[in-house]
């Protein structure tokens, strides 16, 4: 879902030549599928598509392409710094600590609740939008 919230809110404030935004998968249960049907219901409620979009998993590489890789929750942040061997530039951080409210994501693989979700998600990625076109001034 932050993938394509991210985008959303990058187009709207019409950024989207300064960023290029991408998910991938820290486990291997997702690799090849779609987004989760009520993931894409969610998304599609709030007029945000993610078509064609198939769950990839995270690399090494991705830690030399990308400037920042963003988790969900703990559990994430630790498989990221495995696959990628380390923090050694500080590039991986959980998206509610750039909230006044840092913890992880509601999972609502395990929860359901993908309203919940959608609230943490949104809440995160614009603050961290507003910190990043900050940046850019």
Not at 115 to 122: I, Q
Request: aromatic share 10%.
């Amino acid at each position: 879902m932050a993938e394509f919230v991210m985008k959303d809110l990058v187009k709207q404030a019409g950024y989207e030549e300064d960023f290029y935004i991408e998910s991938a998968a820290t486990s291997t249960e997702e690799i090849g599928n779609e987004v989760y049907p009520p993931a894409k219901r969610k998304l599609a409620e709030h007029g945000i598509g993610c078509k064609g979009k198939t769950a990839r998993q995270m690399t090494r590489k991705d830690y030399e392409r990308f400037d920042l890789l963003i988790g969900m929750d703990t559990w994430n942040i630790r498989n990221m710094t495995r696959i990628c061997g380390g923090d050694p530039e500080g590039k991986i951080q959980m998206l509610l600590d750039y909230t006044n409210r840092p913890g992880d994501v509601a999972d609502p693989w395990y929860t359901g609740n993908f309203e919940a979700t959608w609230r943490d998600v949104l809440e995160g990625c614009t603050c961290l939008l507003k910190l990043l076109s900050k940046n850019k001034s």
